[in-house]
């Protein structure tokens, strides 16, 4: 079993930042790729970012490239999504996602593990 907690969202206006972390807890982390997606009102769950479990391979949905940045340490089991210049379709539950294996995909039935969400509300 993988525990992760998300925290950092907030209310925010467009262009401004916000970094979301995931702590994440249980077995070994390392072993783990991980992902973040989000899921605004009324629509299904969508891949944002996701990173390897060395991580230094990452990819990223197209509407978030150069804004929005994926990273982990393992030392201290915790991986980040780092989103700049945000905008009010960014609105969402975001959620952390661990996948067993070294590079985990763009759907959710890649990912074993979830995390319970963090809301992210962007104004215009």
């Known amino acids: 079993q993988v525990q992760l907690v998300e925290s950092g969202g907030g209310l925010v206006q467009a262009g401004d930042s916000l970094r979301l972390s995931c702590a994440a807890s249980g077995r070994t982390f390392t072993a783990y790729g991980t992902g973040w997606f989000r899921q605004a009102p009324g629509k299904q769950r969508d891949f944002v970012a996701a990173v390897s479990y060395t991580g230094r391979t990452t990819r990223y949905q197209d509407s978030v490239k150069g804004r929005f940045t994926i990273s982990r340490d393992n030392a201290i089991q915790t991986v980040y999504l780092q989103m700049n210049n945000l905008e009010p379709e960014d609105t969402a539950v975001y959620y952390c996602?661990?996948?067993?294996?070294?590079?985990?995909?763009?759907?959710?039935?890649?990912?074993?593990?979830w995390g319970q969400g963090t809301q992210v509300t962007v104004s215009s």
């Open positions: 996602a661990a996948a067993y294996g070294r590079m985990p995909g763009t759907t959710q039935n890649d990912y074993n593990y």
